[in-house]
């Protein structure tokens, strides 16, 4: 549905991004990661036709962004960061301005936009001014024009930034509500939303990809390293020494008593290294048994961290 090929823009003598290249097949919601000034609103730009890249090349759905953008932009719904709406007009006013301006052929005015407003959870406030809303309803009022014209492909750029809590988990629904007939992509440097909400991360940092995989297996994939909490009956000493001296060890730190007789211990592995069954081994052999044994992954911020400041 997506293809990003060795895309590159400067400004001036600064490189914004630098050979961006990614794939974003049919139906997927991919977050795009980044702390602030990595370049994620630039490819939104590029990737939207609102920027022309100096190289590279963009495709939506088979065609080309810069020989075809007219084609290729009917595909796309976009949310940049600040919505764009007009205060002074009410929902309807603007959801019906907004279909005219996309110059929507395909869809009946009237049932397509009551449809939407349905799905995004604005019927209740449609004849209201867009300026009288809370920050919540704008937001979704955004939501809500980035589906007119039914685009295959929604671009939403920090679409909970300055919301409540509970705004953040209604507008998550409303984007997963989305995502099950469409591709997102859903650029932003809030890590729960990822977790949250995606099924794939790009993370950029300095304007290059650093890592590209589900959530779940960043830990592995891009930190390498690996590592489990054990809690083992013997002596504490004794089997903390036994531990750090088995290959692939990277370290072990004592986590004290937790049951009678055991002691818990952290262990990291080097990359790329399973040391469970030497770890069964050599434990079975002196008699010491495993009580409990669990992995100690990383979580979305300490991975995001240590991604971007390898680049850095």
Same mark, same amino acid.
């Given at each position: 549905m997506?293809?990003?090929?060795?895309?590159t823009?400067s400004?001036?003598?600064?490189?914004?991004i630098?050979?961006?290249?990614f794939?974003?097949?049919? %139906?997927e919601?991919?977050? /795009?990661?980044?702390?602030? %000034?990595?370049g994620?609103?630039?490819t939104?730009n590029i990737?939207?036709g609102?920027l022309?890249?100096?190289t590279g090349s963009?495709?939506?759905? !088979?065609?080309?962004?810069l020989k075809?953008?007219?084609d290729?932009?009917k595909?796309?719904?976009?949310?940049p960061?600040?919505?764009?709406l007009?205060?002074?007009?009410t929902?309807?006013?603007?959801?019906?301005?907004? /279909?005219?301006l996309? %110059?929507?052929k395909?869809?009946?005015r009237?049932?397509?936009?009551n449809?939407?407003?349905e799905?995004?959870?604005?019927?209740?406030?449609?004849k209201?001014?867009?300026?009288?809303?809370?920050k919540?309803?704008?937001?979704?009022? %955004?939501?809500a024009?980035?589906?007119? !014209?039914?685009?295959d492909i929604l671009v939403?750029?920090e679409?909970?930034?300055?919301?409540?809590?509970?705004?953040i988990?209604?507008?998550?629904n409303?984007?997963k509500?989305?995502?099950?007939?469409?591709?997102?992509?859903?650029?932003?440097h809030?890590?729960?939303e990822?977790s949250?909400?995606?099924e794939?991360v790009?993370?950029?940092?300095?304007?290059?990809?650093?890592?590209?995989?589900?959530?779940?297996?960043?830990?592995g994939?891009?930190?390498?390293e690996?590592?489990m909490?054990?809690r083992?009956? !013997?002596?504490?000493g004794?089997v903390?020494?036994?531990?750090q001296?088995?290959? !692939?060890?990277?370290?072990?730190?004592?986590l004290?008593?937790i049951e009678?007789?055991?002691?818990? /211990?952290l262990?990291?592995?080097?990359k790329?290294v399973?040391?469970?069954k030497?770890?069964f081994?050599?434990?079975?052999?002196?008699?010491?048994?495993?009580?409990?044994?669990?992995?100690q992954?990383?979580?979305?911020?300490?991975? /995001?961290?240590?991604?971007?400041e390898?680049v850095?």
């Amino acid at each position: 549905m997506i293809n990003v090929s060795g895309l590159t823009k400067s400004y001036g003598k600064n490189r914004g991004i630098d050979d961006i290249t990614f794939t974003i097949p049919e %139906g997927e919601i991919v977050g /795009f990661l980044g702390p602030n %000034g990595a370049g994620k609103t630039t490819t939104m730009n590029i990737l939207t036709g609102y920027l022309a890249a100096d190289t590279g090349s963009v495709e939506i759905a !088979g065609i080309d962004m810069l020989k075809q953008p007219n084609d290729a932009k009917k595909h796309i719904g976009y949310l940049p960061e600040q919505p764009p709406l007009y205060q002074a007009m009410t929902v309807e006013e603007y959801l019906n301005f907004v /279909f005219e301006l996309k %110059g929507v052929k395909s869809q009946e005015r009237e049932p397509h936009i009551n449809s939407i407003c349905e799905i995004i959870g604005i019927t209740d406030v449609y004849k209201r001014v867009i300026g009288h809303l809370s920050k919540g309803y704008r937001q979704r009022v %955004g939501l809500a024009q980035a589906l007119i !014209g039914d685009p295959d492909i929604l671009v939403l750029d920090e679409p909970t930034v300055g919301l409540d809590p509970r705004q953040i988990v209604e507008i998550r629904n409303v984007i997963k509500k989305m995502g099950k007939k469409r591709t997102i992509i859903l650029s932003t440097h809030i890590l729960p939303e990822v977790s949250a909400v995606c099924e794939r991360v790009l993370v950029i940092s300095n304007g290059v990809i650093v890592a590209d995989d589900k959530p779940e297996n960043l830990s592995g994939s891009a930190i390498g390293e690996r590592s489990m909490i054990v809690r083992i009956a !013997g002596p504490s000493g004794i089997v903390r020494e036994l531990l750090q001296n088995l290959e !692939g060890v990277k370290s072990v730190k004592s986590l004290g008593k937790i049951e009678p007789d055991s002691s818990d /211990f952290l262990m990291e592995s080097n990359k790329g290294v399973d040391i469970r069954k030497p770890m069964f081994g050599a434990l079975a052999k002196e008699g010491y048994q495993i009580l409990m044994l669990r992995p100690q992954n990383d979580s979305l911020e300490d991975i /995001f961290l240590k991604l971007t400041e390898e680049v850095n």
